[in-house]
């Protein structure tokens, strides 16, 4: 039984359109990211939701738009996509202070031709 | 201005050898150092932790040292094994926030 799963597994796409990624996490934990991975490998974190509520919100452009519905749940809907979103974006989640160990999806590989 | 770095992309160690694997941090504030180790086309999965007030946390074959005033870390995997071949990500945590990442070391561990 998967603890963090994020649908879908690839996404290939032109720019100017809008997709979205989903997440879910079935360990209880009160906080969710959204992290993307670039071309250079670095993981970079773009939100932090702690129980529905936004707490981090990294320099990312509003055309990403999280959203948690419940805190088992952070989906990340983007509009207008252009190449350079071309990545792949991992969701993760954690018990909020701590080592701050996160639990990590698989990750969303998303192509933007 | 990345404030975690890990310098080499690569290594390759023979089977049974020691693989140490380096990082290097800037901020004095991290309170928790983590490395993740990911396999193709899966999530980063958590392998072990240092808090900032250790020198050394030891679990298995893994092993990782911090040296506070060089503001470095590393992983030892002792003996290195085939099964370990995989991406190690070292991560430091900023006091009740986000785990910053470096970009990565690929390790081969050949038979």
């Known amino acids: 039984d998967t603890a963090v799963s994020q649908t879908p597994k690839y996404l290939v796409t032109q720019m100017g359109n809008d997709k979205s990624i989903k997440c879910e996490q079935n360990l209880g934990h009160d906080t969710m990211y959204w992290y993307k991975q670039d071309s250079k490998k670095f993981l970079k974190i773009m939100f932090s939701?702690?129980?529905?509520?936004?707490?981090i919100n990294e320099t990312v452009p509003n055309r990403f738009s999280p959203k948690s519905p419940d805190k088992a749940h952070l989906n990340l809907h983007i509009n207008s996509l252009e190449l350079g979103d071309s990545a792949v974006y991992f969701c993760?989640?954690?018990?909020?202070?701590?080592?701050?160990?996160?639990?990590f999806g698989e990750g969303s590989r998303l192509t933007v031709l | 201005d990345q404030q975690v770095k890990q310098n080499s992309p690569s290594l390759s160690v023979q089977e049974g050898r020691i693989s140490i694997l380096n990082c290097d941090y800037t901020n004095s504030m991290f309170d928790y150092f983590l490395w993740y180790k990911k396999y193709p086309a899966e999530g980063p999965t958590f392998l072990i932790s240092?808090?900032?007030?250790?020198d050394k946390n030891e679990d298995g074959r893994f092993t990782v040292f911090l040296n506070k005033s060089a503001k470095h870390l590393s992983l030892h995997i002792v003996p290195s094994q085939p099964g370990d071949s995989a991406v190690y990500f070292c991560a430091a945590k900023v006091p009740g926030g986000k785990l910053i990442f470096g970009q990565g070391t690929e390790l081969s561990v050949k038979p």
């Open positions: 939701y702690n129980n529905k509520e936004l707490i």
């Open positions: 240092i808090s900032s007030i250790k």
């Open positions: 993760a989640s954690s018990q909020r202070g701590g080592t701050g160990e996160l639990f």
